[in-house]
């Protein structure tokens, strides 16, 4: 049974800086991409970073680039998201997620129906 529990999320002021985790089991961690999705209230859930689908590395939204750092610690089946400067936009609730490595149309790897496996999220609250 694979799972995804996120941690680390909280209460921060613009400006500050919080570091996600998302441990997993059940699953050879190593071999599949993982991603991080956000969702704020009353939006869709939308891609923040990935890595794994290719071999340029990493990928990041627009919206978080130069400020959020996607890393994995494969011996500790755990991925992490570094949150930078945040800021009151990047309220949500942020979710992990573990793709079988494969999905059809142009960057569908941004996209949740490329993820088949979930954490439970974990709440991000940015105060002006």
């Known amino acids: 049974q694979v799972q995804l529990v996120e941690s680390g999320g909280g209460l921060v002021q613009a400006g500050g800086s919080l570091r996600l985790s998302c441990a997993t089991s059940g699953r050879t961690f190593s071999s599949y991409p993982m991603g991080w999705f956000r969702q704020a209230p009353g939006k869709e859930r939308e891609f923040v970073a990935a890595?794994?689908?290719?071999?340029?590395?990493?990928y990041y939204a627009d919206s978080v680039k130069g400020r959020f750092t996607f890393s994995r610690d494969n011996p500790k089946n755990t991925v992490y998201l570094q949150m930078n400067s945040l800021k009151p936009e990047d309220t949500a609730v942020y979710y992990c997620a573990s793709s079988p490595g494969y999905c059809s149309g142009s960057g569908c790897w941004m996209k949740p129906p490329a993820y088949n496996y979930w954490g439970q999220g974990t709440q991000v609250t940015v105060s002006s």
């Open positions: 890595d794994r689908w290719s071999s340029s590395g990493i």
